[in-house]
């Protein structure tokens, strides 16, 4: 499974963004998709995750402010993102998983960087 993550950038706060994320597999739907971030100095986080069935999960902090969906016929997710803070401010990795999981793990792309300024 190959992960291509897209839609970063730079943004001042209470502005959105939108990420998109293309899985590029040859067998296996990928059903479990979804989003971590890492701040500097900080681990990585789950923000957000869906399976191919639309059962979806987001974190605590974002909640309200963030929303996972699903394309499967493209094998495609998008977050999008608004009223961005500036604790937003993280790279962003998509992640997969042919297991039902919003919490995928087992496959990653390359991260996109989204900055929040204040």
């Known amino acids: 499974v190959q992960l291509q993550a897209s839609g970063g950038g730079s943004v001042e706060a209470g502005g959105s963004l939108r990420l998109s994320c293309v899985a590029s597999?040859?067998?296996?739907?990928?059903?479990?998709m979804g989003w971590y971030r890492q701040a500097p100095g900080k681990e990585r986080e789950l923000v957000a995750g869906i399976t191919s069935g639309g059962t979806s999960y987001i974190a605590d902090s974002v909640k309200g402010r963030f929303a996972i969906s699903r394309d499967n016929a493209a094998n495609t997710i998008f977050l999008q993102m608004n009223r961005l803070k500036p604790e937003d401010t993280a790279v962003y990795y998509c992640?997969?998983?042919?297991?039902?999981?919003?919490?995928?793990?087992?496959?990653w792309g390359q991260g996109t960087q989204v900055t929040v300024s204040s």
């Open positions: 597999t040859t067998r296996f739907a990928v059903n479990g």
């Open positions: 992640s997969g998983s042919y297991d039902y999981t919003t919490s995928p793990k087992d496959y």
